[in-house]
Nanobody
Framework: QVQLAESGGGLVQAGGSLRLSCAASGIFFSGNAMGWYRQGPGKQRELVCRITRNDNTNYIDSVKGRFTISRDNSKNTVYLQMNSLKPEDTGVYYC?????????WGQGTQVTVSS
């Protein structure tokens, strides 16, 4: 079965950096687009960024220039490098892959940015 396991979250001061990882299993990793979502306190889950199987990327405006998504197909892992973190980046970050009409999620990793 498909499994996604996020890691790398934590507590960081504003302006700091974190690198999230998501290890995938049970899928043909290199053939799938992967996404990072987040859900802040009292907010709906939102798409943060996405990387296609051809390494094309897109980001929401609020993270452009600060976050970078990448993938290592040899390790079945997608990464999210987050720099210049802001308190509004606080939330649970989830890895996502879609196969047809089914969407798979990891358990999430907490990112807390203190001011």
């Amino acid at each position: 079965q498909v499994q996604l396991a996020e890691s790398g979250g934590g507590l960081v001061q504003a302006g700091g950096s974190l690198r999230l990882s998501c290890a995938a299993s049970g899928i043909f990793f290199s053939g799938n687009a992967m996404g990072w979502y987040r859900q802040g306190p009292g907010k709906q889950r939102e798409l943060v960024c996405r990387i296609t199987r051809n390494d094309n990327t897109n980001y929401i405006d609020s993270v452009k220039g600060r976050f970078t998504i990448s993938r290592d197909n040899s390790k079945n892992t997608v990464y999210l490098q987050m720099n210049s973190l802001k308190p509004e980046d606080t939330g649970v970050y989830y890895c996502n892959v879609e196969r047809g009409v089914i969407s798979y999620w990891g358990q999430g990793t907490q990112v807390t940015v203190s001011s």
